[in-house]
T-cell receptor, first 115, second 115 residues
Framework: KAGVTQTPRYLIKTRGQQVTLSCSPISGHRSVSWYQQTPGQGLQFLFEYFSETQRNKGNFPGRFSGRQFSNSRSEMNVSTLELGDSALYLC??????????????FGPGTRLTVL | AQKVTQAQTEISVVEKEDVTLDCVYE???????LFWYKQPPSGELVFLIRRNSFDEQNEISGRYSWNFQKSTSSFNFTITASQVVDSAVYFC????????????FGKGTRLHILP
């Protein structure tokens, strides 16, 4: 069974631009969560999608948004990039019950650098 | 407030030694879930264990064991007979049990197993 895939793996953007990251969950998984990892703030929850609906949301500004498609694939968008958005963005998929009930499987991440 | 503290930023031990990673959490919820994840150099987080607040039994899985003590709000992780492949960053995490599924991660402990 293929694992969680994230594309692209590396991305370089400049301030003010926008970026879209993609996550393909494990086949059969309906929940996709996104996390931001930085040296300063550590790992922080961004949001979770289930059945094309945002089910949970972390404390990030509205510049961070996401969506989920009918095939459970998810995209995350960051608009008006800031230097502080440089981070490793991790995607995790699970069957659908959330981390309390189902094991989350993580992808390798997308390393975003904002210049 | 919900908080996870991993006081050990970095630990180095020689292979075959035992090592314990500390995790102290704060929550006012009576129902909550605790997790440990491993992040190897490749970047993706790997789920190790999930424990709910009503289950204080310690758990052993091979060389890994976990000690959950509600009295001290700790959920410590011990690796017995460490191996070089155990080198990674280990994260302890907490999620409230009766509201949403936001995971709060500790800052992580970087573990170096020296050959």
């Amino acid at each position: 069974k293929a694992g969680v895939t994230q594309t692209p793996r590396y991305l370089i953007k400049t301030r003010g631009q926008q970026v879209t990251l993609s996550c393909s969950p494990i086949s059969g998984h309906r929940s996709v969560s996104w996390y931001q990892q930085t040296p300063g703030q550590g790992l922080q929850f961004l949001f979770e999608y289930f059945s094309e609906t945002q089910r949970n949301k972390g404390n990030f500004p509205g510049r961070f948004s996401g969506r989920q498609f009918s095939n459970s694939r998810s995209e995350m968008n960051v608009s008006t990039l800031e230097l502080g958005d440089s981070a490793l963005y991790l995607c995790a998929s699970s069957l659908g019950g959330g981390p309390k009930r189902d094991t989350q499987y993580f992808g390798p991440g997308t390393r975003l650098t904002v210049l | 407030a919900q908080k996870v503290t991993q006081a050990q930023t970095e630990i180095s031990v020689v292979e075959k030694e035992d090592v314990t990673l500390d995790c102290v959490y704060e929550t006012r919820d009576t129902t909550y879930y605790l997790f440990w994840y491993k992040q190897p150099p490749s970047g993706e987080l790997v789920f190790l264990i999930r424990r709910n607040s009503f289950d204080e039994q310690n758990e052993i899985s091979g060389r890994y064991s976990w000690n959950f003590q509600k009295s001290t709000s700790s959920f410590n992780f011990t690796i017995t007979a460490s191996q070089v492949v155990d080198s990674a960053v280990y994260f302890c995490a907490l999620t409230p049990g009766n509201r949403d599924d936001k995971i709060i991660f500790g800052k992580g402990t970087r573990l170096h197993i020296l050959p």
